[in-house]
């Protein structure tokens, strides 16, 4: 480890990482106070009651010898991580627990990262980057236990990339998800239909329903639609949305722009989804 010149020296690690207990050792012998932490008992910083809803989560972090309230918008495990995180920088930092809290409980978003699309229509709609299997698990994961309705997932995979994710990646959404929407992500140079396709081939092998293409209402339905046009694709799913129900736009999140061949287009999940929202939300007033 670098040695620094401030006087005092403190390293925040990650209790839970495959390296963690590595860096901590290491740490600890260069002479810096450490702040670990992580979902294990023995780490210093860890969460005892987190109470998750859509609306975000709240509870109690233990910060060594006392206890540490929290409350936040941001959803999801991977979200909880980053709290802990934040958390144990701030003591290592000598900032006032209620600073702490406060920070907290005024972060909104993460762009891309989870990021709430705002509606009136009582559905919790979701962009995340998620575009690589690991992520989309542990997104889907994260967002399925939030509500007892249905779970709706658009996705796709990227061209001139990972041609072996995919497949994997139609597997996990047809399992953690009520309903699925392939589509295109950012193409590039491959034909976008190959790219569905082999995603395709993930899906049914759980044995999911491909939906008819004049298909209006999914309720009960455990099925799929593929729609190569990414707007359509987010149109379909907000559609079949009823209140109570979860939208996952993945696979692009913070990213403005798609890729189809050697062209590259302005194109933003978030602004998409609000766009389909209010125009839905207009036909539908009285």
């Given at each position: 480890?670098?040695?620094?010149?401030?006087?005092?020296?403190?390293?925040?690690?990650?209790?839970?990482?495959?390296?963690?207990?590595?860096?901590?050792?290491?740490?600890?012998?260069?002479g810096l106070t450490t702040w670990s932490y992580g979902s294990g008992e023995e780490w210093?910083?860890?969460?005892?009651?987190?109470?998750?809803?859509?609306?975000?989560?709240?509870?109690?972090?233990?910060?060594?010898?006392?206890?540490?309230?929290?409350?936040?918008?941001?959803?999801?495990?991977?979200?909880?991580?980053?709290?802990?995180?934040?958390?144990?920088?701030?003591?290592?930092?000598?900032?006032?627990?209620?600073?702490?809290?406060?920070?907290?409980?005024?972060?909104?978003?993460?762009?891309?990262?989870?990021?709430?699309?705002?509606?009136?229509?009582?559905?919790?709609?979701?962009?995340?980057?998620?575009?690589?299997?690991?992520?989309?698990?542990?997104?889907?994961?994260?967002?399925?236990?939030?509500?007892?309705?249905?779970?709706?997932?658009?996705?796709?995979?990227?061209?001139?990339?990972?041609?072996?994710?995919?497949?994997?990646?139609?597997?996990?959404?047809?399992?953690?998800?009520?309903?699925?929407?392939?589509?295109?992500?950012?193409?590039?140079?491959?034909?976008?239909?190959?790219?569905?396709?082999?995603?395709?081939?993930?899906?049914?092998?759980?044995?999911?329903?491909?939906?008819?293409?004049?298909?209006a209402k999914v309720d009960g339905v455990h099925g799929y639609r593929v729609e190569a046009?990414?707007?359509?694709?987010?149109?379909?799913?907000?559609?079949?949305?009823?209140?109570?129900?979860?939208?996952?736009?993945?696979?692009?999140?913070?990213?403005?722009?798609?890729?189809?061949?050697?062209?590259?287009?302005?194109?933003?999940?978030?602004?998409?989804?609000?766009?389909?929202?209010?125009?839905?939300?207009?036909?539908?007033?009285?």
């Amino acid at each position: 480890l670098p040695a620094s010149a401030k006087s005092a020296k403190a390293a925040v690690i990650n209790g839970d990482d495959a390296r963690g207990r590595e860096l901590l050792v290491r740490a600890q012998r260069a002479g810096l106070t450490t702040w670990s932490y992580g979902s294990g008992e023995e780490w210093d910083i860890k969460p005892l009651q987190v109470h998750h809803q859509v609306s975000g989560q709240s509870g109690k972090i233990k910060v060594k010898d006392r206890v540490f309230e929290f409350s936040s918008e941001l959803i999801g495990a991977a979200n909880l991580e980053n709290i802990l995180a934040a958390v144990a920088v701030g003591f290592a930092l000598r900032i006032p627990p209620t600073a702490i809290a406060e920070g907290i409980k005024k972060l909104r978003s993460v762009p891309g990262r989870l990021q709430r699309v705002e509606n009136s229509r009582g559905v919790l709609v979701l962009v995340d980057y998620a575009h690589t299997p690991d992520a989309l698990e542990k997104t889907l994961g994260a967002v399925r236990p939030l509500t007892d309705a249905k779970l709706l997932t658009v996705f796709g995979c990227g061209g001139d990339r990972d041609r072996g994710k995919r497949p994997l990646m139609g597997e996990i959404a047809a399992r953690l998800s009520d309903m699925v929407v392939l589509t295109s992500d950012n193409p590039r140079s491959e034909d976008p239909c190959r790219i569905l396709q082999e995603i395709e081939a993930g899906l049914q092998k759980t044995g999911i329903s491909k939906l008819e293409a004049h298909a209006a209402k999914v309720d009960g339905v455990h099925g799929y639609r593929v729609e190569a046009d990414r707007r359509k694709a987010i149109s379909l799913a907000l559609g079949w949305a009823q209140p109570g129900d979860v939208v996952v736009i993945a696979g692009k999140g913070h990213e403005d722009y798609q890729i189809l061949g050697k062209e590259k287009i302005h194109f933003d999940d978030r602004e998409v989804a609000r766009e389909i929202l209010a125009c839905q939300a207009s036909v539908l007033q009285p």
